[in-house]
């Protein structure tokens, strides 16, 4: 298993920009897919974005595509998630995730394609 610690949440003003942080330990970081998920209040938690293990490949939900960029600094164990022109809907607990058995970005579409998570950074989106 892994450890992940989320990073840079924060109140911010609709369309403003926030940079999230995820820090990894305890395996090969640059080895396996990692994800970017968030959990509104009595929402269920949904699939934000995801990469491989290399770096080369993205994927996105339709509701952030365009808007969100995550990316991945394996020299440094640390994944990314910039949101730009972020709205009031974007006000969850953000969750960085860890599928230690995938490579390819679509190794995480759903909850439960991760095996990792951390404990999440808030994100407030004020209108």
């Known amino acids: 298993q892994v450890q992940l610690i989320e990073s840079g949440g924060g109140l911010v003003q609709a369309g403003g920009s926030l940079r999230l942080s995820c820090a990894a330990s305890?395996?090969?970081?640059?080895?396996?897919?990692m994800g970017w998920f968030r959990q509104a209040p009595g929402k269920e938690r949904e699939f934000v974005a995801a990469?491989?293990?290399?770096?080369?490949?993205?994927h996105y939900a339709d509701s952030v595509k365009g808007r969100f960029t995550i990316s991945r600094d394996n020299a440094l164990n640390t994944m990314y998630l910039q949101m730009h022109s972020l709205k009031p809907d974007d006000t969850a607990l953000y969750y960085c995730?860890?599928?230690?058995?995938?490579?390819?970005?679509?190794?995480?579409?759903?909850?439960?394609?991760?095996?990792?998570w951390g404990q999440g950074t808030q994100v407030t989106v004020s209108s």
């Open positions: 305890g395996r090969t970081f640059s080895t396996y897919t």
């Open positions: 990469i491989s293990w290399s770096g080369s490949s993205t």
């Open positions: 995730a860890a599928n230690t058995k995938g490579r390819g970005a679509y190794q995480i579409s759903e909850a439960s394609d991760a095996d990792s």
